[in-house]
T-cell receptor, first 109, second 114 residues
Framework: RKEVEQDPGPFNVPEGATVAFNCTYS??????FFWYRQDCRKEPKLLMS???SGNEDGRFTAQLNRASQYISLLIRDSKLSDSATYLC??????????FGSGTRLQVQP | DGGITQSPKYLFRKEGQNVTLSCEQN?????MYWYRQDPGQGLRLIYY???????QKGDIAEGYSVSREKKESFPLTVTSAQKNPTAFYLC?????????????FGPGTRLTVT
């Protein structure tokens, strides 16, 4: 079983739609959680950290469910510029961060 | 401007040649990392270093070597022993922000070996 699992997608949504991605992790000792965004042929960039109480940054909302070992990312009012691959990232405290394979989002006009 | 630089952006080599990828950071981060990404795949950890003069193997270290002689620099050598070296190579560094070890990435080097 992979340490971090994501649905690869693609998720094809119209502009203005709300879309949600889930990600599950296997290590219950995981301590920190992040969502990164990666544009085609570019490096990953931090989108937001995920806090236990959930957190929001503009149109983006991240949630953590420790009991079920999953995190989620909700994007409201999707823009064309949101088209990218979203990487779920987990810190198990061992060494480096563990990256999921990513979920691809395509926002269509 | 603080950040991570990787050079070159594109690199072409013949099979059997060693090649060294550069990674430099001026963020004053202690930890640095090398990842490899293949098309449609996630990032796989090659090597990491949490302090100068010390580094550890990641999940796919075979055929690669690194050095960490300076805090700012963490070069990666892809040796001829690496069976499938063509890939997108990403360098990252991290420092604690609050309690979370956020990693920041350089722009990457695309290596093509023929």
């Amino acid at each position: 079983r992979k340490e971090v699992e994501q649905d690869p997608g693609p998720f094809n949504v119209p502009e203005g739609a709300t879309v949600a991605f889930n990600c599950t992790y296997s290590n219950s000792a995981s301590q920190s959680f992040f969502w990164y965004r990666q544009d085609c042929r570019k490096e990953p960039k931090l989108l937001m950290s995920v806090y236990s109480s959930g957190n929001e940054d503009g149109r983006f909302t991240a949630q953590l469910n420790r009991a079920s070992q999953y995190i989620s990312l909700l994007i409201r009012d999707s823009k064309l510029s949101d088209s990218a691959t979203y990487l779920c990232v987990v810190d198990t405290g061992r060494r480096a961060l563990t990256f999921g394979s990513g979920t691809r989002l395509q926002v269509q006009p | 401007d603080g950040g991570i630089t990787q050079s070159p952006k594109y690199l072409f080599r013949k099979e059997g040649q060693n090649v060294t990828l550069s990674c430099e950071q001026n963020l004053n981060h202690d930890a640095m990392y090398w990842y490899r990404q293949d098309p449609g795949q996630g990032l796989r950890l090659i090597y990491y270093s949490q302090i100068v003069n010390d580094f550890q193997k990641g999940d796919i270290a075979e055929g690669y070597s690194v050095s960490r002689e300076k805090k700012e620099s963490f070069p990666l050598t892809v040796t001829s022993a690496q069976k499938n070296p063509t890939a997108f190579y990403l360098c990252a560094s991290s420092a604690l922000e609050g309690q979370a070890p956020v990693q920041y990435f350089g722009p990457g080097t695309r290596l093509t070996v023929t």
